[in-house]
């Protein structure tokens, strides 16, 4: 059963970096052929996408995020991070790391990879202030 | 960016009641659509993927359907344990967005 575990500091001050980390855990590491990401929900709201890290090793960001973001790999430690600097009371909210799989589908539109989180870790709250 | 919209952002039914939810997109996305159910304090739970595959281990009770920019998420006889928030996320195009969620309750 994969296991993806957040860590990190449950309070960050104004114009800090905010880090994190995702232990992934039984029978899937990041030394494998998926992708990994993180995704957050402020308290009370919706789900919003923050960038994926590809088996590839590439990253894709969210725009509204990019310049603060940073997602990255320790494959010896099975873990993968996020920082992201200059956070703001808008940067509250829960953190979830996942795992992106991909499986290719044949309908009646052709063939198309989809991706998807498959599994999620149980979220870390993070919250901005003084 | 793709926007979503889910309606309705909450319902109430009975159990045993055949549940549906739409999303549509502001775009075509072919049929690169995922659906997952949330409970309370809870991380998110794929249902479906591309649309209409079920994800290994997910009851047969929900099903997904549709294409382009227009999707339902039916649960075929709602039972008390579905009371969550259901979001779509279109895999289309980066960045990869999610609908506002709706809510369901059990009457």
Same mark, same amino acid.
């Given at each position: 059963?994969?296991? @993806?575990?957040? !860590? +990190?500091?449950?309070?960050?001050? $104004? %114009? ?7 232990? *992934? ?27 994926? @890290?590809?088996? !590839? +090793?590439?990253?894709?960001?969210? $725009? %509204? ?7 990255? *790999? ?57 | ?107």
């Amino acid at each position: 059963q994969v296991q @993806l575990q957040e !860590s +990190g500091p449950g309070l960050v001050k $104004p %114009s800090e970096t905010l880090s994190l980390t995702c232990t *992934v855990s039984g029978g899937s590491s990041t030394r494998s052929s998926y992708s990994w990401g993180w995704i957050r929900q402020p308290p009370g709201k919706g789900l919003e996408w923050i960038g994926t @890290l590809f088996d !590839s +090793g590439s990253t894709n960001y969210n $725009p %509204s995020l990019k310049s603060r973001v940073n997602i990255s *790999v320790d494959t010896p430690k099975n873990e993968f991070s996020l920082k992201l600097t200059s956070v703001t009371a808008a940067d509250t909210a829960v953190y979830y790391c996942a795992r992106l799989s991909s499986k290719s589908v044949v309908g009646w539109f052709g063939e198309l990879l989809a991706e998807y989180f498959d599994y999620w870790g149980q979220g870390t709250l993070v919250t901005v202030s003084s | 960016d793709i926007q979503m919209t889910q309606s309705p952002s909450s319902l109430s039914a009975s159990v045993g009641d055949r549940v549906t939810i739409t999303c549509r997109t502001s775009q075509s996305i072919y049929s690169y659509l995922n659906w997952y159910q949330q409970k309370p304090g809870k991380a998110p739970k794929l249902l479906i993927y591309a649309a209409s595959s079920l994800e290994s281990g997910v009851p047969s009770k929900y099903s997904g359907s549709g294409s382009g920019t227009d999707f339902t998420l039916t649960i075929s006889s709602l039972q008390p344990e579905d009371s969550a928030t259901y979001y779509c996320q279109q895999g289309y195009d980066t960045p990869w967005t999610f609908g506002q969620g709706t809510k369901v309750e059990i009457e």
